[in-house]
């Protein structure tokens, strides 16, 4: 009951973060707002390393055998999959993206039953039905909502990288789970930023700078919980 919940809560905050980053995507390219969320994470996350009373973080270090896990959860979950999902922001509404922001779940069942080998009995089976079905039926309204489709396209290539990330972590679940999305969210966020900067984006000023970090700090490195559930759930789960 406590890893769902966790999970919910981290699902709340992120889902947030969508609404959020379409309004500063207008005042920023989107490969350095999504370097900005994660610069904003990982930094919410070096505080957070500070905190008293982090049981268990002494024997649960990373370790040079996790890093093919970690490039995999940097350049899938920290850069192609922001950088995708605000392409597709831009081209599509808020809310519109944040019903297909709904893939992530199945596509995470998906490729945790066929390539880790994860058991899915029926009630996932359905409870993935019933998240495609509900988003479906949510978006389906003639005439009112109407989607890019590489923007459509784009968000789901991010919920697939996102998928592929969840399965991964899952992999380092018995780690210090801050200190997993410390090294993701700093490592990710370098990266962007300098394709971007190397793209010939520029940074915003600090009227964007500045509520990037905050929606990056809570959407993004709230996915802390979600790293606490997975120690007590499989990727499916």
């Not at 920023?28 to 919410?44: E, N, R, S």
């Not at 600090?206 to 007590?232: D, H, T």
Request: with cysteine.
């Amino acid at each position: 009951m406590v890893g769902a919940l966790c999970g919910l809560v981290a699902a709340t905050f992120f889902g947030a973060s969508t609404p959020l980053a379409k309004i500063l995507l207008p005042a920023a390219g989107p490969v350095v707002l999504a370097g900005l969320l994660y610069l904003g994470a990982g930094t919410a996350m070096v505080l957070a390393g500070f905190l008293p009373g982090r049981p268990g973080i002494r024997a649960a270090r990373l370790r040079k055998s996790d890093l093919g896990w970690l490039t995999g959860i940097v350049i899938l979950g920290g850069i192609i999959g922001p950088v995708l999902m605000l392409y597709g922001l831009a081209r599509v509404g808020a809310v519109v993206a944040s019903l297909l922001l709904n893939l992530e779940a199945p596509f995470t069942m998906l490729l945790a039953v066929f390539l880790f080998g994860e058991h899915m009995g029926r009630a996932a089976a359905g409870a993935a039905s019933i998240i495609v079905a509900g988003a479906t039926l949510l978006s389906y309204r003639p005439g009112e909502l109407s989607a890019d489709w590489l923007g459509v396209l784009a968000i789901a290539g991010a919920c697939l990288c996102w998928a592929a990330d969840n399965n991964f972590s899952q992999r380092l679940s018995l780690r210090d789970p801050i200190a997993v999305v410390r090294t993701k969210a700093l490592t990710a966020a370098a990266g962007t930023l300098s394709i971007a900067l190397a793209a010939g984006e520029v940074l915003p000023g600090p009227s964007v700078i500045m509520p990037a970090l905050v929606v990056g700090a809570i959407g993004y490195g709230i996915s802390i919980l979600a790293a606490r559930r997975q120690r007590r759930a499989g990727a499916r789960r």
